[in-house]
């Protein structure tokens, strides 16, 4: 309380009323533009500067600019909504942390707190305040995952967070333009791949400054001398807007649920839709307690994504921040697997996290018919490969130690009008990683990567395609891998009279099974055969149009026993339309 008493007095102090004519609308709209073109320019800026491929390949990052009292005013398009959502919220904890009175022109301030960041250790957030002619503005911040931050590396076998890797609280990174060197010594003892993460951090902050700039050069352009003005444009207009498409919608409850994998049994998720005068809440209550490994969920997570869902359904082209999120309400209980509390291990809270959205529409398309797609592969399809010289016998000299995270996507849902988009990451939005990417940052080979024939489930719209891959590691190498899977037994369901899509499959290349989630060790010579979930399919079969499954034959998305066993296609038709594909012909 006291830290935000003296915030608001150094609001006030910062904000005078002044007595020169103030920007008109037009100009305030223009503003606005520019600080979404500023906060982009900054996220572009950290891809190509980042040392990991998550980062540069995968995207998966956050950036956005901030008014003076921590509210979000504008945020990247590149990013991913865990991170840039739950990142709304981290910049209030760091006010709180370091306290308005200890800000200072040059700072440079960090955390990987899931509670107060975005979820897990394995994202490092940073926030720089900015000046301009001495007077305190607002606040750049961002957000990236790393590769390594040492514990037991990334995955769900932690039975806390203190097995997960290295903390680092609030603090500052940098203090008026000085670096804490001892800071980086913890680091750089704690993790595997030190030169990578120090690297990123730089990263980080360097992208803020880079943001810091083309918010100065505005202000100079504007005469501004706060952002006090465009802050209230963009929040009061967002507000206003957001509240208008929720009260257009037909006030109603429903509930929605659905089940996943989870560790070593299922987890089921349960929400309470309540579309009410100037809000939505979602209400989690019945979600299975909290689970013994690190696929739990910090709160501030299942919020990131229970309103991204929310705001694609009814709100998607009011642009994103504090205000046009703020009348979307998420609670639940504590210590279920989707309101984890410290210390509970959190480093896979994807895995739940992806979920959330479907159970959320599963109780959304109740109340608002052929909006919502069906579900689709969720949690991203991550692997993570620790590589080192065989042990079995004598490894050559060239064999190496390397650390090699990829991020790989099922398919997503069929949309009420549409067919399932393939490979994709929804509701992430995390780009699938090119192979080349992969293979140079490491000793790992992907043999095989390729689109997953019948894995979309049937329907009027058929589900997106999930992906074959096949992995191994160069001659004298064995690996430990990171399973990060779910879908295996609980593949997505349809909506409306869909089909399911195709389940999670995992083994080795001499068809030992493997598990979904967890370390598990690759022997020198042998490779891991995946197949990535289906999305799954939309409406009846009986109204796809026959066009668009020669098509999707034609294609390769099905095969000519599915056309034939699922499709109901006639045999000679199906020979046909293949005939005419190897001519040419296009559909």
């Known amino acids: 309380m006291m830290a935000q008493s003296i915030l608001l007095k150094k609001s006030a102090q910062m904000c005078p009323k002044s007595t020169k004519a103030q920007p008109s609308n037009v100009q305030y709209q223009v503003m606005w533009n520019r600080l979404i073109s500023v906060v982009e320019e900054q996220a572009q800026a950290l891809v190509r500067t980042a040392f990991s491929t998550s980062?540069?390949?995968?995207?998966?990052?956050?950036?956005?600019?901030?008014?003076?009292?921590?509210?979000?005013?504008?945020?990247?398009?590149?990013?991913?909504?865990?991170?840039?959502?739950?990142?709304?919220?981290?910049?209030?904890?760091?006010?709180?942390r370091i306290g308005p009175e200890n800000f200072s022109s040059g700072d440079v301030y960090i955390t990987n707190d899931p509670w107060e960041g975005t979820g897990h250790l394995h994202d490092i957030t940073i926030v720089t305040p900015s000046f301009h002619h001495e007077r305190f503005v607002g606040f750049f911040a961002c957000t990236a995952h790393i590769v390594d931050i040492g514990g037991r590396g990334f995955g769900a076998d932690a039975n806390s967070v203190y097995e997960e890797g290295l903390y680092i609280p609030i603090m500052k990174f940098i203090h008026q333009g000085k670096v804490d060197e001892t800071l980086i010594k913890i680091i750089r003892g704690n993790v595997r791949e030190p030169d990578q993460l120090v690297g990123d951090i730089y990263a980080l902050a360097t992208c803020n400054e880079i943001g810091?700039?083309?918010?100065?050069?505005?202000?100079?352009?504007?005469?501004?001398?706060?952002?006090?003005?465009?802050?209230?444009?963009?929040?009061?207009?967002?507000?206003?807007?957001?509240?208008?498409?929720?009260?257009?919608?037909?006030?109603?409850?429903?509930?929605?649920?659905?089940?996943?994998?989870?560790?070593?049994?299922p987890v089921d998720l349960r929400v309470k839709l309540s579309i009410q005068k100037d809000k939505i809440l979602c209400d989690f209550n019945g979600t299975s307690s909290i689970d013994k490994k690190g696929i739990n969920c910090p709160l501030v997570y299942t919020k990131a994504y229970a309103c991204y869902a929310i705001k694609c359904a009814v709100a998607p082209d009011i642009p994103n921040n504090a205000a046009s999120l703020s009348p979307f309400e998420v609670i639940a209980p504590e210590n279920t697997i989707v309101n984890a509390l410290h210390p509970a291990p959190v480093a896979l809270r994807h895995v739940i996290g992806h979920m959330v959205p479907d159970a959320v529409y599963a109780a959304?398309?109740?109340?608002?018919?052929?909006?919502?797609?069906?579900?689709?592969?969720?949690?991203?399809c991550n692997f993570q490969v620790s590589l080192r010289p065989r042990t079995d016998t004598q490894a050559p000299v060239s064999a190496r130690r390397a650390e090699v995270l990829t991020f790989n996507s099922g398919g997503?849902?069929?949309?009420?009008?549409?067919?399932?988009?393939?490979?994709?990451?929804?509701?992430?939005?995390?780009?699938t990683m090119p192979v080349e990417a992969t293979e140079q940052v490491g000793p790992v080979i992907i043999w095989r990567k390729e689109l997953r024939p019948d894995s979309g489930g049937v329907g009027r719209h058929r589900g997106g395609l999930g992906q074959f891959m096949e992995v191994g590691a160069q001659e004298g190498h064995e690996f430990d891998i990171q399973a990060m899977f779910?879908?295996?037994?609980?593949?997505?369901?349809?909506?409306?009279?869909?089909?399911?899509?195709?389940?999670?499959?995992?083994?080795?290349?001499?068809?030992?099974?493997?598990?979904?989630?967890?370390?598990?060790?690759?022997?020198?010579?042998?490779?891991?055969?995946?197949?990535?979930?289906?999305?799954?399919?939309?409406?009846?079969?009986?109204?796809?149009?026959?066009?668009?499954?020669?098509?999707?034959?034609?294609?390769?998305?099905?095969?000519?026993?599915?056309?034939?066993?699922?499709?109901?296609?006639?045999?000679?038709?199906?020979?046909?339309?293949?005939?005419?594909?190897?001519?040419?012909?296009?559909?």
């Open 486 to 587: 779910d879908r295996l037994n609980h593949p997505a369901n349809g909506r409306q009279g869909g089909g399911m899509g195709a389940p999670t499959t995992i083994a080795l290349d001499n068809g030992t099974a493997m598990k979904g989630k967890g370390k598990q060790f690759v022997p020198h010579g042998n490779r891991v055969m995946m197949a990535f979930p289906g999305g799954a399919g939309y409406g009846p079969l009986s109204e796809r149009k026959n066009p668009e499954i020669w098509r999707d034959l034609a294609a390769g998305y099905i095969s000519e026993q599915a056309a034939i066993e699922a499709y109901g296609l006639d045999p000679d038709i199906v020979k046909d339309v293949m005939k005419r594909a190897r001519n040419g012909e296009v559909f």
């Open 364 to 380: 959304l398309d109740q109340l608002i018919p052929d909006l919502v797609p069906a579900e689709g592969a969720g949690c991203l």
């Open 212 to 265: 810091h700039r083309r918010l100065l050069e505005m202000m100079d352009e504007f005469s501004l001398n706060d952002i006090c003005g465009i802050s209230d444009f963009i929040l009061t207009n967002s507000k206003r807007a957001t509240l208008e498409r929720i009260n257009s919608l037909t006030r109603g409850v429903a509930q929605g649920e659905m089940r996943s994998d989870g560790y070593s049994h």
């Open 412 to 431: 997503s849902g069929a949309r009420p009008r549409l067919d399932g988009m393939n490979a994709t990451a929804f509701p992430s939005g995390v780009m």
């Open 55 to 96: 980062v540069r390949e995968a995207g998966d990052l956050s950036a956005g600019v901030y008014d003076k009292d921590g509210k979000m005013l504008a945020q990247a398009v590149t990013g991913t909504p865990g991170h840039v959502n739950a990142m709304a919220d981290a910049v209030a904890h760091f006010i709180r």
